[in-house]
């Protein structure tokens, strides 16, 4: 079994500021992660993912995570948020690299960006 | 390279009628999902194709829901009878491996 738990739903920062969202996973296997962004009325689409090759996962628009097994954690950060930052993020878990199988995602953190 | 594409994008039905769902994946992928989202939860499995094949359809929530994808291309997703509770964002995604690539869902209200 496998899931994810995203310990925020809102986060609200300020332009130019740092950004956290926190991921936990749990899985019995050897997962692959992914982080996943919906900005309004739109798809979902792939910030970055994990598939068991480096730690530390550059993604788009300058988002990064590092993946902790000792933490069962996968946070996503960006040093410096933007006003175009203002989405959903989702963390997602799947069945190791190389494997088309389902996705399991979180519920979901809301980012907020203020002036 | 056009993306997956959802068709309607929205659907306003009353309880105990058929909506049919429609998904487009990218050319060439053979992997196929649905996934769904009730509002305030999170997004949810609900089957995956490999080309016309059903790989996994442990997330189907019941025998009100049927999906096909005649001859490996598009798929549809019927729901009949819609009940209040199967209102809610259906999202699809295609994959050539493992990465997905989804489409910008169907908004599903049953009244």
């Known amino acids: 079994a496998q899931s994810v738990t995203q310990l925020d739903s809102h986060v609200s920062v300020s332009e130019g500021t740092p950004v956290l969202l926190r991921c936990n996973y749990s899985?019995?296997?050897?997962?692959?992660l992914f982080w996943y962004v919906q900005h309004p009325n739109k798809g979902l689409q792939l910030l970055l993912k994990?598939?068991?090759?480096?730690?530390l996962v550059k993604g788009i628009n300058g988002f990064e995570a590092e993946f902790k097994k000792s933490e069962t954690s996968f946070h996503l950060t960006k040093p410096s948020a933007h006003m175009s930052d203002a989405a959903e993020y989702f963390c997602?878990?799947?069945?190791?690299?190389?494997?088309?199988?389902?996705?399991?995602f979180g519920t979901g953190t809301r980012l907020q960006v203020t002036l | 390279e056009a993306g997956v594409t959802q068709f309607p994008s929205h659907s306003v039905i009353e309880k105990g009628q058929t909506v049919t769902l429609r998904c487009d994946p990218i050319?060439?992928?053979?992997?196929l999902y649905w996934y769904r989202r009730v509002m305030g939860k999170e997004i949810k499995f609900l089957l995956h194709?490999?080309?016309?094949?059903?790989?996994?359809e442990s997330g189907m929530p019941n025998n009100r829901f049927l999906a096909e994808r005649t001859g490996g291309t598009y798929s549809t997703l019927k729901v009949q009878p819609a009940e209040l509770e199967d209102s809610g964002v259906y999202f699809c995604?295609?994959?050539?491996?493992?990465?997905?690539?989804f489409g910008p869902g169907t908004r599903l209200t049953v009244l």
């Open positions: 899985s019995s296997y050897s997962p692959s």
């Open positions: 995604a295609s994959s050539r491996a493992n990465e997905q690539f």
């Open positions: 994990y598939t068991s090759a480096a730690t």
């Open positions: 050319s060439g992928h053979d992997n």
């Open positions: 997602v878990v799947s069945l190791g690299a190389g494997t088309a199988s389902k996705l399991t």
């Open positions: 194709f490999v080309k016309e094949s059903k790989q996994d």
